[in-house]
């Protein structure tokens, strides 16, 4: 069975405060993939990253960067400088087969980014 | 930019009639799903279809429900007698044939409200 924990539920901050949201999942595979989804208000998920369990390197993507753990079976994910912009709700998620066609969503963490 | 198109955006049916949601997919993707999210809460893999018949469904996914693909770009989900638990939001997604980069597009979510 496949299991994803955010432990954080809701997380707030002032605008240009970095932030890290947390991410555990446990598998018994050894290949599978990793994902993080972001839901703004509006409720439609939008794809941020996938990551596949090969692949260790940090990743960055202009203000979000990735930091992949296999020894502790996490996938944080920190907003440098966060924006009003950034407040959504953000999901990490595991799929076994890199097609997505099976994933396994966390709890979800609500960041709201204030002035 | 292609994208999966969901109607309705929300849908308010009474308890035990039956309701179906619609979605384009992308068009040269082969792979369909349907995932669900009860407010405030994780949102959950329902049903995978390829080449016309279920290859993978979660235990949310029982007798009530039903996908078909009644035309070349068509994907519904029938309930077939809704009831007040079903209240959610339901994500159509799609993708291509299966490789290494592939991901799931998500819809923007039909809100279904029982009554």
């Known amino acids: 069975a496949q299991k994803v924990t955010q432990a954080q539920t809701e997380i707030s901050v002032v605008e240009k405060e970095d932030v890290t949201l947390d991410c555990v999942y446990e598998?018994?595979?050894?290949?599978?993939?990793l994902f993080w989804y972001k839901q703004p208000p509006s409720g439609e998920l939008v794809f941020l990253i996938r990551?596949?369990?090969?692949?260790?390197q940090n990743e960055i993507s202009g203000r979000y960067s990735w930091n992949f753990q296999k020894s502790t079976s996490s996938f944080n994910f920190t907003i440098t400088a966060s924006q009003v912009v950034d407040s959504a709700v953000y999901f990490c998620?595991?799929?076994?087969?890199?097609?997505?066609?099976?994933?396994?969503f966390g709890t979800g963490t609500r960041l709201q980014v204030t002035l | 930019e292609p994208e999966v198109t969901q109607t309705p955006s929300h849908q308010v049916t009474q308890m035990g009639q039956e309701v179906i949601l619609r979605c384009v997919p992308i068009?040269?993707?082969?792979?369909f799903y349907w995932y669900r999210q009860i407010l405030g809460q994780k949102v959950e893999f329902l049903v995978s279809?390829?080449?016309?018949?279920?290859?993978?469904k979660s235990e949310i996914f029982d007798d009530q429900f039903s996908v078909e693909r009644p035309d070349g770009s068509n994907f519904t989900l029938k309930i077939r007698s809704t009831k007040l638990e079903d209240s959610a939001m339901y994500f159509c997604?799609?993708?291509?044939?299966?490789?290494?980069?592939?991901?799931?597009?998500f819809g923007q979510g039909t809100r279904l409200t029982v009554v």
């Open positions: 997604a799609s993708s291509e044939p299966q490789g290494v980069n592939t991901e799931a597009f």
């Open positions: 598998t018994r595979d050894t290949t599978y993939y």
């Open positions: 990551r596949n369990s090969f692949d260790e």
């Open positions: 998620a595991l799929d076994p087969t890199g097609t997505a066609s099976k994933l396994t």
């Open positions: 068009s040269n993707h082969l792979y």
């Open positions: 279809f390829y080449n016309n018949e279920i290859s993978e």
